[in-house]
């Protein structure tokens, strides 16, 4: 065993404001189901997002017997630097000592920590999907075998943990999906049960999704800053932050379409921030660039059906119909993932096959996004 890699991850964003955005004497306690074993680990955590620092007051990680349950006697307390503590200075990231640690294959471990002081929680990621839930309990439980129910609440934010990286066989690697609210959604778990459910398949799924993001444009105002940041203030980041990692597949796009309204109806969101097609493509271009130097492949997916959107017009039906075909024809990506296509109604192009509408008609419902993992899948190395 001596190579890394994260078979677990997301992304930073901001955390939505909210007044009572401080915690204090809590524990966060994240399950992570893992592709591949190895026989040591290290964690990642940023405060990237974050205006103050972030102290860790202890952190363990233990094989995960349920969702609130951990085997206590094979836990490993996490440290950093040889202390059981960290602080993460704000717009900081750091990385735990290498912990000895067995991970089976396909098993889960949960990550637990404790924040004791008041701790402003806006390094956050929102994220949904079978694989994907965590919670937070009143105390210090990180060396609890078993969250206290009445102390516990499940949470779908995904504060500060944003890697997990394994030490293992040389053949296994991992692949990056970057994106928006889609990505933070469901298919990205699916993905990672399909590659799970082949023993074959050496390649862990890394979700770095936000929802709201653009590629070109970023909210500055406390109503939209959640919507998270734009590509050349995340993309390097957080591809680089990756072990093992061969390619990435990105999706994204559609807000910088849908979200320009006019400083009439939203003071904003200016229809100036809508950008033509030859911006879209040269952000994405951007990311291409970015990534080779990273020595990763990219796939693009296409951008999904809108038609029935609130925000919906014909001409953000064109831009998106201009994009996508620019993804599908372009040479410098590794393939093209056409998802658009894949759930489109045959009837309507512009709208979702009825099946695949979540019913807000710009995401997929849970079966879409079971197609888009399906379709993704084959994209993926052998």
Same mark, same amino acid.
């Given at each position: 065993?001596?190579?890394?890699v ?16 401080y915690?204090?004497n ?26 103050? !620092? *972030?102290t ?6 233990? !094989?995960? *017997?349920?969702?609130r ?11 950093? &630097? ?29 990550v ?18 079978p ?49 928006d ?8 778990d ?8 082949? !023993?074959?398949? @050496? ?6 999704a ?7 444009r970023?909210?500055?105002?406390i ?26 597949i990105i999706?994204? &796009?559609?807000?910088?379409?849908? /979200?320009?309204? &006019?400083?009439e109806?939203? !003071? ?6 809508l =950008? ?7 952000g994405?271009?951007?990311y ?13 997916g ?7 959107? @609130?925000?919906?017009a ?20 590794? &393939? ?12 309507? =192009? ?8 979540s019913?807000? /008609?710009? /995401? ?14 084959g994209?993926?190395p052998?």
């Open positions: 065993m001596s190579k890394w994260t078979v677990w991850g997301n992304a930073t964003s901001v955390a939505d404001r909210r007044p009572e955005n915690a204090k809590l524990t966060l306690r994240y399950p992570v189901k893992c592709a591949f074993g190895g026989n040591a680990v290290r964690l990642h955590f940023s405060n990237f997002c974050g205006t103050e !620092p *972030v860790l007051s202890q952190v363990t990680v233990a !094989p995960a *017997v349920s969702d349950e951990i085997n206590l006697k094979d836990a490993a307390l996490v440290t950093f &630097g040889g202390s059981e503590s960290v602080t993460i200075g704000a717009g900081e990231e750091v990385f735990s000592d290498v912990i000895s640690f067995r991970v089976k294959p396909k098993g889960s471990v949960s637990s920590f404790y924040l004791k002081d008041f701790t402003l929680m806006r390094s956050s990621v929102v994220i949904t999907g694989l994907s839930k965590g919670f937070y309990s009143v105390g210090n439980q990180t060396l609890s075998s078993v969250l206290p129910l009445e102390q516990t609440r499940s949470t779908q934010n995904f504060y500060f943990l944003t890697g997990l990286d394994v030490l293992t066989e040389d053949e296994n690697r991992c692949v990056i999906l970057y994106g609210s889609i990505t933070a959604q469901s298919w990205a699916y993905l990672a049960l399909k590659c799970m459910e082949d !023993p074959y398949n @050496r390649t862990a799924v890394v979700r770095r936000a929802s709201g993001t653009r590629i070109l970023e909210y500055t105002c109503t939209y800053e959640s919507y998270g940041l734009c590509g050349k203030n995340r993309f390097k980041r957080e591809i680089s932050t990756v072990s093992g990692a061969q390619s990435v999706q994204q &796009g559609i807000n910088d379409i849908i /979200h320009p309204v &006019g400083t109806i939203n !003071p904003f969101r200016p229809m100036s921030d =950008p033509t097609a030859d911006e879209l493509r040269k994405f271009e951007y291409i660039a970015e990534a080779a130097r990273c020595k990763l492949k990219t796939f693009a296409t951008l999904l059906p809108i038609y029935g959107w @609130r925000t919906y014909p001409f953000r039906e064109d831009l998106k119909n201009l994009f996508n075909d620019w993804l599908r024809s372009e040479g410098a990506l590794g &393939g093209c993932i056409d998802f658009d296509k894949a759930l489109r109604s045959a009837k309507n =192009p512009a709208a979702f096959a009825a099946e695949y509408d019913g807000d /008609h710009l /995401h997929p419902s849970e079966e879409g996004y079971k197609a888009m993992a399906e379709l993704a899948y994209y993926l052998l």
